[in-house]
């Protein structure tokens, strides 16, 4: 199959395709970077279907000096909506954009100290060029499975200052058995990649998330915050008291279940996704992100995906004066909802006509939190737009 080349009004170009060979991946890829004087390229990939290390030997044959930065998913953005077992590609040209990204390793067991330096030694060596007018934000990608999101995420953002921070957690397609990203011909695991962009182009970091909550409350009453996995729900078998409350049996709990029936926690004043990730055979519950004894969990109805992400989409267009393209990370529980509920095709056509490019994660950055089922990204304004 031919790779798909698309280039967006402010220049930023997407490249992509399924059961194609990487060796004709990667000599597009070289091409466009260079006709783009791209800094830095940017991959997200289906692990089932692509090789990791089988890009990392074409990159290094095909431009061996471009920069580029990537991880696997559960499920990709293309240009053409939701897609599976592909690659894409963005790129962001030097006359508008400068970029650099750092690899921070062993994030599971690093000190938050190591974190910040490594934040600091990347801003230090970051020189971009100073577009008149330009602003600067941070891009991280994350191994999904490293339950270190929440520590790592706010050490970056404290790290950053004002920079925006925006990204997603690297997926395996729903297997839950290892991510992987690549930085610079690196293929790792247990680790982050922090990208920072100063871009000419206007742009606007923003989140959607489509649930409301209700007034049925779970505590959380023995759990293990080391794994993230809840044993007890109330004082009784987390599957089962969480099975209860939704209508359904404890042995039919499937990711689909954790879609539909979200659980959320409140904090000051308001309410962020704390979804399941696996129900276990003791009868116990992993979670995506951060879990400990005390938490009052509160079931939420999903609302209109397509409606509310429209709207938000609508209100970040109305700020920037049209959107031309979106980089974009998407909870992979927000897929299979939309799935669920039949709407599939109906998010992946809003998708397409709003020009947005990503992947399908294990948890959503925005700012200083590690987020679930909510939709992140940096909208980008049209180059018109940008030289008003």
């Not at 009784?236 to 709990?253: C, F, H, R």
């Not at 979106?326 to 109906?346: E, I």
């Not at 709003?354 to 990204?377: A, D, V």
Request: hydrophobic share 45%; aromatic share 8%.
């Amino acid at each position: 199959m031919t790779c798909h080349i698309t280039t967006y009004a402010c220049g930023i170009v997407a490249i992509h395709g399924s059961g194609l060979g990487l060796d004709e991946f990667a000599g597009t890829l070289a091409v466009q970077a260079k006709v783009a004087g791209a800094e830095l390229a940017s991959l997200f990939f289906s692990q089932d279907a692509i090789d990791a290390h089988q890009i990392a030997a074409n990159m290094a044959e095909h431009a061996p000096g471009l920069r580029y930065v990537g991880c696997s998913t559960a499920g990709e953005i293309t240009p053409d909506g939701y897609g599976e077992g592909s690659i894409i590609a963005m790129l962001f040209p030097s006359d508008k954009f400068s970029a650099s990204a750092c690899l921070i390793r062993d994030i599971s067991t690093a000190r938050m100290e190591s974190v910040v330096k490594d934040v600091r030694e990347l801003r230090r060596s970051f020189e971009p060029k100073r577009f008149a007018g330009g602003r600067t934000f941070g891009v991280v990608l994350i191994d999904g499975l490293s339950r270190a999101e929440e520590a790592v995420t706010s050490a970056l953002y404290w790290s950053l200052d004002e920079i925006p921070l925006v990204g997603g957690s690297a997926g395996d397609n729903l297997r839950f058995e290892k991510t992987t990203l690549i930085h610079n011909g690196n293929v790792v695991s247990d680790c982050a990649i922090l990208m920072l962009v100063h871009s000419a182009v206007p742009f606007d970091v923003f989140k959607t998330e489509n649930f409301n909550p209700t007034s049925r409350k779970l505590v959380v009453t023995a759990s293990d915050p080391d794994t993230r996995t809840v044993h007890e729900i109330n004082a009784e078998p987390a599957a089962a008291a969480y099975a209860q409350a939704i209508g359904l049996d404890a042995g039919s709990l499937t990711p689909m279940s954790f879609a539909s029936y979200p659980l959320v926690v409140r904090v000051g004043g308001e309410y962020f996704c704390r979804s399941i990730q696996k129900a276990n055979e003791d009868g116990s519950l992993t979670f995506f992100c951060a879990i400990d004894n005390g938490i009052v969990l509160t079931l939420a109805e999903p609302m209109g995906m397509v409606e509310s992400t429209r709207a938000k989409l609508h209100d970040v267009a109305a700020g920037l004066g049209g959107i031309d393209v979106v980089l974009g990370f998407d909870c992979v529980l927000r897929r299979l909802d939309a799935q669920n509920r039949q709407s599939l095709a109906a998010i992946s056509s809003l998708y397409r006509e709003n020009n947005i490019i990503g992947f399908g994660t294990y948890g959503e950055q925005y700012r200083s939190m590690h987020l679930n089922q909510t939709f992140t990204g940096i909208a980008f304004a049209a180059s018109s737009a940008a030289s008003e």
